[in-house]
């Protein structure tokens, strides 16, 4: 596994979820069913979407798969409280060419440098080496143990069937 940085508690560094992730981050906590919002996107973009979910794992870091809401979303959950993986999300606001990313099994993972180093705080990396930008929700419950090893087992499905992203340094 490639790793510039950990984003477990090795890093000192931890991740704030943000607008919809963190409504579906807050819905997975209640053990209620995550609701995923899908965006506008194009036909291209759209279908990579539909295929990337169609391959998703059944298991993600040891917790198992579980339905979401709508049942069509551009994403997936695993687990309660839920990883929630969604498809197709813009490019954050606050990222620049010169952003540093985490390279987990040759997929670059961005996090933004102004998040705080708490990890007991959940976690939204977005996957910004691959176009459509997927973005994983990670509640901070596996922020110590499972963060990693969630999207090293994300990358292969993420490679396949996603196109080329933005450049990690």
């Known amino acids: 596994m490639h790793l510039r940085r ?10 704030v979820a943000s607008g919809a992730a ?4 807050a819905l ?17 973009d759209l ?6 979910v169609a391959d998703l794992p059944d298991t993600l870091a040891g917790q198992e798969r579980r339905e979401v809401e709508p049942a069509d979303a551009l994403g997936a959950a695993w687990g309660d409280p839920a990883y929630v993986l969604t498809c197709g999300v813009p490019e954050p606001d606050d990222y620049e060419p010169t952003a540093e990313c985490n390279v987990i099994d040759g997929v670059g993972w961005y996090v933004p440098d102004d998040q705080l180093s708490d990890l007991s ?10 176009r459509p930008y997927v973005e994983v929700s990670v509640p901070a419950d596996y922020r110590t143990e499972g963060i990693d090893r969630a999207l090293a087992e994300l990358a292969p499905a993420l490679e396949e069937h996603l196109g080329k992203g933005l450049s990690c340094l």
């Open 121 to 130: 705080v959940d976690a939204t990396p977005i996957a910004l080496s691959l």
């Open 28 to 44: 997975a906590g209640c053990s209620s069913t995550p609701t995923i919002d899908s965006g506008d996107l194009s036909g291209s």
């Open 6 to 15: 950990r984003l477990g508690p090795s890093s000192g560094r931890g991740v």
């Open 47 to 52: 279908a990579a979407c539909e295929s990337l």
């Open 22 to 25: 963190l409504a579906a981050l």
